[in-house]
């Protein structure tokens, strides 16, 4: 699996806004696999092997970026009530974030049986 380098978890971390060092173990561990999920969703390794750094263009990281806001309710929040205290928020990735991967995706072919 691929870990990221610290230079890539601070440029992950500037496209989001964000300069603290506390976020960094977060950012070690939600990375990889979202770039396995990338993977998968656009049936493309991006150049990575075992041993290897993935060559990960700019598009990518920006949705990997977005996706760890999200998950951070920064951008989840659909609703919020004052009086006996209630929340509510989105759970699954808003389709706008797939255009930053559309470019990267390969074709699936399967066999007609």
């Given amino acids: 699996m691929w870990r990221p380098t610290p230079d ?3 440029e992950i971390k ?3 806004g964000e300069q603290s060092v506390e976020e960094d173990k977060y950012y070690l561990t939600m990375l990889p696999i979202l770039f396995e999920h990338v993977k998968e969703v656009c ?8 041993g290897t750094q993935p060559n990960i263009p700019p598009g990518v990281k920006i949705y990997m970026a977005k996706v760890i806001a999200f998950n951070k309710n920064k951008m989840g929040l659909r609703s919020r009530k004052m009086g006996s205290v209630s929340y509510s928020y989105d759970v699954e990735f808003p ?13 699936k072919f399967h066999a007609l049986r």
């Fill in 95 to 107: 389709n706008s974030m797939d255009h930053y991967i559309r470019p990267y995706k390969k074709v």
């Fill in 43 to 50: 049936n493309n390794n991006f150049g990575h092997r075992e």
């Fill in 14 to 16: 500037l496209i989001n």
């Fill in 8 to 10: 890539e978890i601070e």
